[in-house]
């Protein structure tokens, strides 16, 4: 984008910064029900393989449910037209019902039957994922609505993903460090003060973020059903895109589902410090990464930078796989490993949020609409689906791999009050220490290879058919504007 251009759709620092602090809470949040849900019920509350099996299920249709669930969402929120705007309302209803339901996931209902507790567990997490569904829907819909410009889109990205590696990474950290060896205490008290700061973060949403007044933007119109399928089915690229960051999100959630079960039994340290370690390195890697992105995108096309991200996560994966077998296991080493795989990773999501958005101007290039909520709906839908295959790879592992009775022993001297923290964590590596070295290795295969092909499959797909880059995306841009003032239509 030339010089002219470039100063086209400034987005106000009260804007960026309120919009990027707002994804804190939402992925803080988020990451605590994500990445804790099942240690939580394995080494916490101790579920019986029958238990472990249905709550997988469960998770799996909850998933589907929910990507049936997001693009209406998404329909409904692009019909929607008040004072307010379309977004802001939903982001807000969004997080503070599911703000409740969190606090509900980690209720601990100590006494109830096997079945009913399942059964608790199912509706609550259904309820969870829908209302969790409107906020992000309406909360990454408005980020095309900040301004068109790519240069302040990719700026406002950036923060946004600062701000979700931010409550991400504070919420791995702080886990694992806090809940050893008091689970069922500590998780119900964690979830109380995750989900309040959701709330908060989004009341900054509410009253910091200013939507962008552009012409581009401007968009009255209804949208059916009937629209909708087409507005998805015709946008080739959007369809594109969708695809490859299904398949990068399967591998990245999968190797952070086994992140804490990774330390406990593979490591060998149950209820240490090391993977808060871990956390607080790739953290560093990653909002590393994404400050510096602007200065990447200077000197880089997205292609070149896409082939850089993807070039560190294959590096970091084959490192990570030859540490204890061909390299020594140590915490310097892992660091190292985990630091350039995820400074990767960074850089691969950002792109795919950046060419999420962009994907909507190309679909009202190309079909005279702008849908931006239907267009986002997609990627709740795809991180609820990959998150539904990661839940289910990793029960299923739990299961496969003969680690579910060892998670079960740990989980009994966790309700055992007649011990103390102190007993709990030695009696608990005693357990560890007695894990067969088969049983890591299938783990370790399913949290690292399995990831590394999905991610290597997302990098080809879009180096074969991901077609908007930069100097297409600006002529689609001139031709908009143009549109808008002309009052032409997409042909």
């Not at 809470?25 to 804790?36: E, I, K, P, Q």
Request: charged share 15%; proline share 2%; aromatic share 12%.
């Amino acid at each position: 984008m030339d010089k002219a251009a470039a100063g086209i759709g400034r987005v106000s620092a009260r804007t960026k910064y309120s919009y990027g602090i707002g994804c804190i809470g939402r992925d803080a949040n988020y990451t605590l029900v994500s990445n804790f849900i099942m240690v939580y019920l394995t080494l916490g509350v101790g579920l019986s393989n029958w238990q472990l099996g249905a709550v997988g299920i469960v998770v799996v249709v909850a998933r589907i449910w929910d990507a049936v669930n997001d693009p209406l969402m998404g329909t409904i929120i692009d019909n929607t037209h008040t004072r307010f705007g379309k977004f802001k309302p939903y982001i807000i209803t969004g997080a503070v019902l599911n703000s409740f339901f969190t606090v509900l996931l980690f209720t601990h209902f100590e006494g109830v039957s096997e079945g009913l507790f399942v059964a608790i567990f199912a509706i609550t997490y259904i309820l969870w994922g829908m209302t969790y569904t409107m906020n992000d829907i309406s909360y990454w819909s408005l980020l095309p609505n900040l301004t068109v410009n790519p240069v302040e889109r990719e700026k406002v990205t950036s923060l946004a993903r600062i701000g979700a590696n931010i409550g991400l990474f504070s919420v791995t950290a702080a886990v694992p460090a806090l809940t050893g060896g008091q689970m069922t205490t500590m998780y119900p008290l964690i979830a109380k003060v995750v989900a309040a700061l959701f709330v908060g973060c989004q009341l900054l949403i509410i009253f910091g973020v200013q939507e962008s007044k552009s012409a581009i933007t401007k968009s009255d119109n209804h949208t059916s059903l009937k629209d909708m399928l087409r507005i998805i089915t015709k946008n080739d690229q959007l369809l594109v895109i969708v695809l490859a960051i299904l398949l990068f999100n399967i591998g990245y959630f999968t190797t952070a589902g086994f992140g804490q079960f990774f330390f406990y039994f593979d490591y060998g340290v149950y209820g240490g410090m090391e993977f808060t370690y871990f956390a607080i390195t790739i953290a560093v890697a990653q909002i590393a990464t994404l400050a510096l992105s602007p200065l990447f995108s200077k000197k880089m096309t997205r292609r070149q930078m896409f082939t850089l991200g993807t070039a560190g996560v294959v590096f970091g994966y084959l490192a990570l796989m030859c540490t204890k077998y061909l390299l020594p296991m140590t915490m310097v080493l892992l660091c190292i490993f985990g630091f350039i795989l995820f400074a990767g990773q960074a850089l691969i999501q950002l792109l795919n949020y950046v060419m999420l958005a962009d994907t909507i101007e190309y679909g009202q290039w190309k079909l005279g609409t702008r849908n931006e909520s239907i267009v986002y709906s997609l990627n709740p839908f795809i991180t609820k689906l990959a998150s539904a295959v990661q839940v289910g790879i990793l029960s299923l592992t739990m299961i496969v791999s003969g680690l579910n009775p060892y998670s079960e022993q740990i989980s009994e001297l966790d309700h055992n009050t007649s011990l103390s923290r102190a007993e709990v964590l030695q009696k608990g590596n005693e357990i560890v220490a007695s894990i067969p070295e088969q049983s890591t290795a299938i783990m370790r295969i399913f949290m690292l290879m399995v990831p590394l092909c999905l991610i290597v499959g997302c990098y080809l797909i879009f180096r074969t058919k991901y077609k908007l880059d930069e100097a297409t995306y600006e002529k689609i841009i001139r031709e908009l504007e143009e549109r808008a003032k002309t009052g032409k239509e997409a042909d």
